[in-house]
C-alpha cells in the first residue's frame, strides 16, 4: 500500500510539473507576441516587394522585415545606411591599394636604384680590366722589344769579341738566340 501511495504521489508531482511547463510556455509565447506588437505598428498595406536587407538562410527576420516593410522613413534610412557602408568600405579598399601601389612603387625605384648602382660598378670594373689588360700588352710589346735589343747588343758584343764566363754570367740566353763563346 505504501508503494501505491509513492508511486501515485509521484505520478502527481509528474502532472503538477508539467502543467507548470505548459502554463510557461503558453504565457511565454502570448507576452512575446504583445511585445513584438508593440513596437510595431500594424501594416494597413499589402505589398509584395522584398526588403532591401537580405539576411542569412535560417535567420528569423520577420521581427526586421515587418517593422520596417511599410514605413518608408525606416526604408530611405537603411537605403542611405547600406549606401553608405559600401561607399565607405570601398574607399577603405581604395585606400588600401593606394597604399599598396605606393609601397610597390618605393620597392621599384629603390631595385632600379639599385640595379643603377650595380651597372655602375660593373662598367667601373669592365673599364679597370680594360685599362688593366692594354697595359699587359704594352707591357708585353715593351718587352719584347727590350729582349731584341738585348739579343742585337749581345750579337754585336760577341762579333767584336766578347766572351761570356759561363761561371760569372748571370746573363741567361733568350730563346732563339744561342750564346757562344770562342776558346
Known sequence: ?????????????????MGMMGLSIIGYIVVSSSVRHTYCPPCVCDCS??????????????????????DPEVNEEMEKSITDLLSEELKLTEAEAQKNHRRVDMAFLEA?????????????????????????????????????????WQQRAQQK???????????????GTTMTTHT
Do not use: I
Open 161 to 175: 769579341g766578347w766572351r761570356e764566363d759561363p761561371l760569372r754570367s748571370r746573363v741567361k740566353p733568350t730563346k
Open 112 to 152: 632600379k636604384q639599385m640595379a643603377s648602382q650595380y651597372q655602375k660598378e660593373a662598367n667601373k670594373c669592365n673599364s679597370g680590366m680594360e685599362t688593366c689588360e692594354e697595359a699587359r700588352e704594352k707591357a708585353e710589346a715593351a718587352l719584347a722589344a727590350q729582349k731584341e735589343l738585348t739579343a742585337m
Open 49 to 70: 516587394s522584398q526588403s532591401l536587407l537580405s539576411f542569412p538562410k535560417g535567420f528569423n527576420h520577420s521581427f526586421f522585415t515587418d517593422c520596417t516593410k511599410h
Open 1 to 17: 500500500m505504501n508503494a501505491q501511495r509513492k508511486h501515485l504521489h509521484g505520478n502527481v508531482m509528474l502532472l503538477v510539473v
